[in-house]
């Protein structure tokens, strides 16, 4: 099954750096979806963006998405130790189908 | 609006007992997921419901695993008997989707089952 796929598998910054975490992904999607994980709680889902879309901003969270290479990056800007969580891009493809979560980045923002 | 609701939020209980857990979607949402999470599997989708009617249990890992959806309010994740393997977090989610079931989810807080 498609499944995106999220590296680094662990990434460690201080605070007031930007982190970047990269989602590869296996054949033509729908749309490609960002959730967070906070350690001991639900995923949250922080941003989707659709396969006709190559940017989009939600507040310190940018998403690209680059369809060509199969790719999309969450870039974090100014990180707070309040962004420490684990990070994973869901993809769906075509059809009617649900979301296939990867294994997730674990980023840790040390103050 | 509460969210998803989970319960129990932990469950702790000996090899081959019966373990039930319950979920309640958010009110509106049309479907609802069950997942399953572990260190060495990730997040595994279990079975997933629409409208109330089971759409895919193929993630199911075995027969000892049975999920209903009674009324749209209301879903539970069977498990008898229970194996120490089965020891994971559980979450469910739903959503809202008027056609694909490719819109956001909305996890719950998951129940974290040790089987002993």
């Known amino acids: 099954s498609q499944q995106g796929e999220e590296d680094p598998q662990a990434l460690s910054i201080q605070e007031g750096e930007n982190a970047t975490m990269n989602c590869s992904y296996k054949t033509s999607i729908n749309n490609l979806q960002w959730y967070r994980q906070n350690s001991g709680r639900g995923l949250v889902h922080l941003i989707l963006i659709r396969s006709n879309e190559r940017e989009k901003h939600s507040g310190r969270l940018r998403v690209t998405l680059d369809t060509s290479k199969k790719s999309s990056s969450l870039l974090i800007t100014a990180s707070r130790a309040a962004d420490t969580a684990s990070y994973f891009c869901?993809?769906?493809?075509?059809?009617?189908?649900?979301?296939?979560f990867g294994k997730g980045t674990r980023l840790s923002v040390i103050a | 609006d509460a969210g998803v609701i989970q319960s129990p939020r932990h469950e702790v209980t000996e090899m081959g007992q019966e373990v039930t857990l319950r979920c309640k979607p958010i009110?509106?949402?049309?479907?609802l997921f069950w997942y399953r999470q572990t260190m060495m599997r990730g997040l595994e989708l279990l079975i997933y419901f629409n409208n109330n009617v089971p759409i895919d249990d193929s993630g199911m890992p075995e027969d000892r695993f049975s999920a209903k959806m009674p009324n749209a309010s209301f879903s539970t994740l069977k498990i008898q008997p229970s194996e120490p393997r089965d020891s994971a977090v559980y979450f469910c989610?739903?959503?809202?989707?008027?056609?694909?079931?490719?819109?956001?989810?909305?996890f719950g807080p998951g129940t974290r089952l040790l089987v002993l």
């Open positions: 869901a993809t769906v493809n075509s059809g009617n189908t649900p979301l296939v």
């Open positions: 989610a739903s959503s809202f989707a008027a056609y694909v079931l490719q819109e956001t989810q909305y």
């Open positions: 009110s509106g949402h049309n479907s």
